[in-house]
């Protein structure tokens, strides 16, 4: 049987049009789930990077590719600055600006018709893509920002290029090379404009299909999160690399040892105050270079976290302090060779300065924190990349940082209005995984309130998955006991009909018989208990179905079946 064709309401990433999450079976009018969530928030993709889901807008420049030859009315480009026009040219499916020993400025900027402005909307973000094909001798090429500056691109290498741009005012200037006897080639030039808030984030981690990804609002203490130019280094030096970091950018940094014989603590580093009682979750990403050994750890001589080996992706030693109560080390596996690294805790007595710290090591640690001897040559290390520390009892996608600390709102989705899609008696259906054990996490069919639903219910205690109907305020229950692991993905149903509730987890069947007949009147579909902000869902979902109908047992069974 098909039970896409059977359900009314389908939310999965995998079905249709990857990405939508649709509220209704596609068809002619189909409804998608309204997402909120006021900011920008990352996720991994189908390549196993990590970036920001994101609506992209149509093309913005014309003649991007340069298949135009020949003069601005032709092309859609402006070239030179002010009456020198001979230093830019666009020719052979190219745009190249040069300079003489006596020209310091080249530019060229895209055309609406006659000029470069009402071209882009101002305050908004756009994604500028573009290849250098060919430099000869061109050290210092830029982009234009807003307000008349121009920022220096990632590189002026050979490659292809990503850049976003917040302009403040509507003029679409492009690039700007300011070497003297130089020149440089650019083809493939695109601006799109970007919508980051309100775009639910379909995650490919771990791989396989992907999962809708929703979590709780998280705000990242960790500043310069890419950079780590704030952050103090005892005994170790920060350099810029071309190593692609897990964005896919050549944004990696590389963390070396010093030269020579070197004591005392070293590191990486950043304090943190804390008060007794407080929880904390320290990630980042790293990866080998020359160096295979490493320790990860919030605290100083007294310190928790752990020694890590960045060939076997292996924790060799928890370090431990009673300072502290460990409530997890964890290694993520991603692409190319990075680990995301995160040690959850809770500050038993609290300081006014603890050290979020990572050091590199040229053997392996055997020392029961993060003091310990080491020999570097002063070039020698690791990558590192996307600090995050979060004040929470675990790690949750990352969050960018520059000078200041950035908060990710929650993630809602909801959906109301609905009430023809949704049976007197029916099915509600989730292959879904929650966050953590210690929260309850709902997902609800209701009339928005508590008094009428149909609930999916992950309990705080034991992770405990259960299914709830309540009428009229009068609650009826069947809770799985079996040891299911909530924070793993489950095939979940729960069948609602006159006198019976019953609850499928993995194909088996749990039931609850009684008196009672179900709510009339359903119109609301919502990530929460019974809105979002009560009990919200918060974790990772790659199917949820709402059926009209009460489905068979044998339906049922394997439809829930791994």
């Known amino acids: 049987m098909s039970f896409y064709e059977e359900s009314s309401i389908i939310i999965t990433p995998n079905a249709y049009k990857a990405g939508t999450l649709y509220a209704v ?22 390549s196993g990077l990590v970036n920001y889901a994101e609506v992209i807008g149509s093309e913005e420049v014309t003649n991007g590719d340069f298949a135009t030859d020949g003069t601005p009315t032709t092309t859609s480009w402006s070239l030179g600055w002010y009456s020198n026009t001979s230093n830019v040219e666009i020719t052979g499916g190219r745009l190249t600006m040069s300079n003489s020993a006596s020209e310091t400025d080249s530019r060229a900027y895209a055309t609406n018709g006659t000029t470069s402005n009402n071209i882009l909307t101002t305050n908004k973000l756009y994604k500028l893509q573009y290849d250098i094909v060919e430099n000869n001798g061109v050290t210092d090429l830029r982009y234009y920002s807003s307000g008349g500056i121009f920022i220096p691109v990632p590189s002026v290498d050979v490659g292809s290029y990503t850049v976003y741009i917040k302009n403040t005012s509507n003029q679409l200037f492009l690039f700007q090379n300011i070497t003297t006897n130089s020149s440089i080639s650019i083809d493939n030039v695109s601006v799109k404009e970007v919508t980051r808030d309100n775009v639910p984030r379909i995650d490919y981690t771990g791989g396989g299909c992907p999962h809708i990804l929703a979590e709780p609002q998280r705000e990242n203490l960790a500043l310069n999160s890419e950079t780590f130019s704030s952050y103090a280094t005892s005994n170790v030096n920060i350099t810029s690399s071309s190593t692609l970091s897990p964005d896919g950018t050549s944004t990696a ?3 070396a040892l010093d030269n020579g014989t070197l004591s005392s603590n070293g590191g990486m580093s950043f304090p943190q105050s804390t008060t007794a009682g407080q929880n904390f979750s320290w990630s980042m990403f790293v990866k080998k270079a020359e160096y295979s050994y490493l320790t990860f750890s919030f605290g100083s001589n007294a310190a928790v976290g752990f020694h890590f080996d960045l060939d076997t992706g ?27 690294l995160s040690v959850s ?17 040229p053997v392996e640690p055997t020392a029961s ?13 690791i990558y590192v990349w996307g600090a995050q520390l979060e004040e929470a009892t675990y790690p949750t996608s990352y969050i960018p940082t520059s000078g200041s600390t950035v908060t990710r709102n929650q993630d809602q989705f909801s959906r109301d209005g609905i009430s023809s899609l949704i049976g007197s008696e029916g099915v509600l259906f989730a292959e879904a995984a929650i966050d953590a054990i210690g929260t309850q996490r709902s997902i609800v069919l209701s009339d928005g309130t508590a008094n009428n639903r ?18 009229g305020g009068v609650s009826y229950s069947v809770v799985d ?22 609850l499928f987890i993995n194909g088996a069947l749990r039931t609850f018989t009684g008196t009672f007949t179900p709510p009339t009147v359903l119109n609301q579909l919502n990530f929460g208990a019974a809105t979002t902000s009560s009990n919200p869902f918060y974790g990772k979902v790659k199917q949820l179905q709402v059926y009209p109908t009460a489905l068979s047992d044998a339906e049922l069974t394997t439809l829930t079946t791994p």
């Open 454 to 471: 149909v609930l999916l219910f992950f309990k705080a205690i034991g992770g405990t998955i259960s299914a709830n109907l309540k009428v």
């Open 253 to 255: 940094i590389k963390l």
């Open 369 to 381: 924190n993060n003091n310990y001897t080491s020999t570097g040559d002063g070039t020698s290390g």
């Open 481 to 502: 006991n079996s040891g299911t692991v909530a924070t793993d993905f489950n095939k979940i149903a729960v069948r609602y009909q006159e006198n019976r509730l019953d």
């Open 25 to 46: 079976v596609p068809t002619s009018g189909a409804a998608d789930m309204d997402v909120t969530r006021a900011t920008a928030a990352t996720r991994v993709d189908e």
């Open 345 to 361: 805790l809770t500050d038993v007595g609290g300081a006014g300065g603890r050290f979020v710290c990572i050091k590199p090591s």
């Open 314 to 340: 292996l924790i060799t030693q928890v370090l431990a302090s009673a300072q502290y109560t460990l409530i997890e080390n964890k290694v993520e596996s991603y692409n190319n060779g990075w680990y995301r």
